[in-house]
């Protein structure tokens, strides 16, 4: 294909800064056979501020009709909807719904020369934690209930279609993975199946899945479990497949392990739309000081470029990703330039000039 339209949505808070940034990096590796049409739109809680609306018929309506979303960061906790939530949440859950992106890839890598809270990392840390995107406890988004001032509840809710999805998509991308590098691929279902039916058939379910993978090995794990294998043997995983909140909670664990939600880039991903956004928020208290770490966001710009280059069959986009993130590989291994979140003092700025710069050098 060849050339993209890509919505760019900054957000709020340190968004326009990071975005900023990535846009930098996206343009340093457009070349021949590979142009990006860049559009960018307002949205999130300073437009609703203003306007009463987070994310208007229009800016949704292009979302849908792009090749792919690149969010930065949305929310800001002092603007708030009339029930007392925030903006955040809702703008999120209707977009991710409207797209249809089922599948959230988080990747947890720990790249050389970033400090990481663990005192051996001598054998790497390098996995994925894929959450289904729209089910699970998140289901009772926007439900739920609340009986006087002495009981709540929500509701959490498994399907079938909606676990053999994401399932069957954490086994082809071990595949992909072990194809690029080198490594058994391993598909670990995380879940609570022996206290509960939903969890029990989710497992079920994976198990089923994973019969039509002979070359992958398959194993289960349970979530309180899971939180300590993470923390003492990283490096024994590979992709691990889980309901939406533990992948919430488990993804975030993951991030503090590689340095922070800084280097926490992910795609939330459908069958025929791409969603690419950092892991973490919009950090009010440092918003317009420029002293963000862009990296989360330029390192989703790379799977971004990568999912369109696997969906349109289209390997010069999937040279563009790669280009990216051995860029911000080498950045990090000088150690030169880095953000004050890792050890640092570059500026947001910096950190995009850098990697737009070794982009432009590789291509």
Known sequence: MGQYRIVLLPGDGIGPEIMR???????????????????????????????????????????????AVLLAAIGLPDVRLEDGTEVQPTMMMGLRRSMDVFAAVRPIRLYPGVPSPLADTSRGIDFIVLRENLEGLFTSFGGGYVLGDDVAGDSLVITRRGTERVVECAFEL????????????????????????????????????????????????????????????????????????????????????????????????????????????????????????????????????????????????NVAGRDIEQAVERLLAEGRIRTRDIGGDARTDDIGDAVARLCAKGS
């Open 21 to 67: 940034a990535t846009a930098e990096v996206l343009r340093a590796v457009e070349r021949d056979g590979l142009r990006l049409e860049l559009v960018e739109h307002e949205a999130g809680s300073e437009l609703y501020r203003r306007t009463g609306t987070a994310l208007p018929d229009e800016v949704l309506a292009d979302c849908l009709d792009a090749n």
């Open 174 to 317: 071990a595949r992909r993975r072990s194809e690029r590098n080198g490594r058994a691929p391993k598909v670990t279902c995380v879940d609570k199946a022996n206290i509960f039916r939903s969890f029990a058939f989710f497992r079920k379910v994976f198990f089923e899945v994973a019969s039509n993978f002979d070359d992958v090995e398959a194993e289960a794990v349970y979530v309180d479990a899971m939180s300590l294998y993470l923390v003492q043997q990283p490096h024994a995983y590979d992709v691990l497949v889980m309901e939406n909140q533990f992948g919430d909670i488990l993804s975030d664990l993951g991030a503090a392990l590689v340095g922070g939600l800084g280097m926490a880039p992910s795609a939330e991903i459908g069958l025929d739309r791409g969603l690419f956004q950092p892991a973490h928020g919009t950090a009010p208290d440092i918003a317009g000081k420029g002293i963000a770490n862009p990296l989360a966001l330029i390192l989703s710009a790379a799977m971004m470029l990568d999912w369109l280059g696997e969906r349109h069959d289209d390997p010069v986009a």
